[in-house]
C-alpha cells in the first residue's frame, strides 16, 4: 500500500539587508496559502529563510551580527507561520539563524508537524567557509565566524507516516550527512541551501558546474541511502550578491523528479510515494547484508587525510 | 608543476565460457602494445579481466568453480603481462579471481608498477548478490557465493608519482569506498567493472538508469574527495548475458572527461594532471578544516539500519 505525501518546496526568492522579518514572513505565508491549495502535507522553506545570507559581510564586532538571529523560536514574528500551518494543518520546516540562551549561535532549522509542535531541530554541521577576512576571496563567506558547528548529530525523526532528516546547504557535499540518516532508515530529507552562484576561491567555475556539483550530491546521497530529496532554494541576488537556484526533489533512485527553473518566490509541488525507498533498501542498499564496516575505520577515526595505508612489496 | 600521466583504460569486450586463458592473455597484450603507442603510463583492465563473469552460474559444488581462479600472480598464463608491461616500462592493473594456498577465495586486482613489482592488492570488499540459487531472479548473481569478502581494506599506494588506490565494480556504489582512500589522500582510483545491464531483481529498469547510476556513483565519488577516476568494463554479450560499457575518465571535479560508446576491446587514453585534485582537497573538501566525526559514529557502529534517533518533544 502506497504511502502517499505531497511536498511543497517553497523557494525564496532574495531577501535584502533592508528587508524585515514581517515581509519575510508575509512571503512564506503567502507560499503556505499556495501550497495549502495543491494540499500539500508538509512545505519546506531554505536555509536562513527569515533573513539574507548574512554571512557575506564581515563585522569585526560578532555582536553586530546579532539581530539577525532568533532567540526564541517560535518567537513573535515566527508564530504566524506556526498557527497558519497548524490550522491548514500542515507540517513545515525552515531554516534560520539561531542564538541559544547561553550564547551559543547555529544554523538550524526546524521540522514542525502539523500539529504545530516542533519534532526536531537540526544545527548544521558542515559549516564552509572561514573566521576572518580573507581579502583572497571575490567575496566573503563566514560561515565559520557566526556559527558553532551542529551539535546534534543528523537525527531522523517519525513525522509524516514516514522516517524524516534534516541537513543544510553544504551538508549535502558530505556523504556523512546522508549515510548517518540512512543507517536510521531515512525515507525523506529536507534541505534548504543558500548557494553562492560564484565559487569565492576559483570565479571562472561558473554557475554550472556549481549547479552540476549541487545535483550530483543531491542525487548521490538520494541514490545511495535509497530516499526522497526535498531541497530549497533561497535565489536571486541579495544585495549585489547572487545566490543560485536549484529548488528541486529527487527521487529515491537519484532521479530528479521536479526543478524550478527561476529565481523567485515559488512552489514545486509533488505527492511522493514514501515506499518507493524500499527497493532499494531492500536490495543493492541493503545495508545489514552489503556494508562491511571493518573497513570503514579511517571514517570515523581520521579528520583529516593522513599517511596512505599501502605497503607493496612482493610478498603480495 | 603539473604532475602529468597518461593513463589507459582498457576495455575488454566479452569473454565466453569456452575462451582460453591464453587467448584473452593475448588480446590484453594487444591492447597493451595499443596503449604503448600512445605513451601510457599506465594500462587499467576490468575486474575478472581472465575470464567470463563466472558468478552468473549457480555450481551446487562450488570447487567446480575452482578452474576460473588463479592460485599465484603472476602464474604461468599471466606472466606474459608482467614481462611485456615490464619491458614497456608501463604500470598495470587488473582484476582476477584469486585462490589463495590456504583455500580463501578473493575478487582480487593487483596494482603493478613499471618495473614489473606488484605494488599492491586489493580484495572486493562489497560484494552484491547472493549465495544460493534464487528462482526469483531474471539471471543469477552469485558473488557472495564464490567470493569471501575482502580483508585487505582499501589501502592506497605511492605510485607513478601519486597516490593511487583500487576498488572493483560494486564498491563504487558505496561512498565508505571513495571516503576511506579519500582520508589517504588518493588522487587516482583504478576501478573495474562487469556490470550486467539487467538488474536481476527489477527486469523493468532498463540499460539508461543502470548506467546513469553507474556514472553517478563514479562522479560522486570523484569530486567528493578530489580524485581522478579510471573505471573500466568487461562488456557486450558472455553467452547470452549482456554486460554494460562505461568505460570512463572523470576529472577531481566529477566531470567525465572521457568515455568509451562501444562494447569490444578497446583503449582510452588520456593524459590526466594528478595535481588537479589539489584545488578540492584544499578548498571545499579539505577534510582537516570541514569534517566533524564526532557525528559520524553511526557509520562504523551501525551495519545495517537500526532506530530513528530524533526524540522531537517540545523542549527543542
Given at each position: 500500500m502506497p504511502r502517499l505525501i505531497t511536498v511543497a518546496a517553497a523557494q525564496l526568492g532574495p531577501i535584502q539587508r533592508a528587508d524585515s522579518r514581517g515581509s519575510v514572513v508575509a512571503r512564506m505565508l503567502k507560499l503556505m496559502e499556495d501550497a495549502a491549495r495543491e494540499r500539500a502535507d508538509l512545505i519546506v522553506y531554505p536555509e536562513?529563510?527569515?533573513?539574507?545570507?548574512?554571512?557575506?559581510w564581515y563585522l569585526e564586532d560578532r555582536s553586530q551580527a546579532e539581530p539577525w538571529f532568533e532567540s526564541c523560536m517560535p518567537g513573535p514574528e515566527t508564530l504566524p507561520l506556526f498557527e497558519r500551518a497548524r490550522a491548514l494543518g500542515m507540517a513545515m520546516s525552515f531554516g534560520y539563524a539561531e542564538a541559544t540562551p547561553v550564547g551559543q549561535h547555529f544554523n538550524s532549522s526546524v521540522l514542525v508537524a502539523a500539529t504545530g509542535q516542533i519534532v526536531g531541530k537540526y544545527r548544521k554541521i558542515h559549516l564552509p567557509g572561514h573566521v576572518e577576512h580573507d581579502?583572497?576571496?571575490?567575496?566573503?563567506?563566514l560561515e565559520k565566524r557566526y556559527f558553532e558547528p551542529g551539535?546534534?548529530?543528523f537525527p531522523v525523526w517519525n513525522c509524516l507516516g514516514g522516517l524524516v532528516g534534516m541537513a543544510i546547504c553544504n551538508?549535502?557535499?558530505?556523504p556523512e550527512t546522508w549515510r548517518v540518516m540512512g543507517l536510521q532508515g531515512v525515507e525523506l530529507v529536507v534541505l534548504g541551501f543558500n548557494t553562492p552562484s560564484v565559487n569565492s576561491q576559483k570565479a571562472g567555475e561558473g554557475l554550472a558546474e556549481r549547479m552540476f556539483h549541487h545535483r550530483l550530491s543531491l542525487q548521490a546521497g538520494a541514490y545511495q541511502n535509497a530516499t526522497w530529496v526535498v531541497a530549497v532554494a533561497k535565489a536571486g541576488v541579495e544585495d549585489g550578491h547572487h545566490l543560485m537556484g536549484g529548488t528541486m526533489i529527487v527521487d529515491p533512485e537519484g532521479r530528479i523528479v521536479a526543478e524550478l527553473d527561476h529565481e523567485a518566490d515559488g512552489l514545486l509541488v509533488r505527492t511522493i510515494d514514501?515506499?518507493?525507498?524500499r527497493f532499494g533498501k531492500e536490495t543493492i542498499f541493503d545495508f545489514k547484508r552489503?556494508?562491511?564496516?571493518?573497513?570503514?575505520g579511517l571514517i570515523t577515526k581520521r579528520t583529516g587525510v593522513g599517511a596512505p595505508l599501502g605497503k607493496g612489496g612482493p610478498e603480495l
Open positions: 536562513l529563510a527569515l533573513t539574507t545570507f548574512f554571512p557575506r581579502p583572497e576571496r571575490t567575496h566573503q563567506h551539535d546534534l548529530g551538508d549535502r557535499r558530505w514514501l515506499d518507493d525507498t552489503h556494508r562491511r564496516i571493518e573497513h570503514y
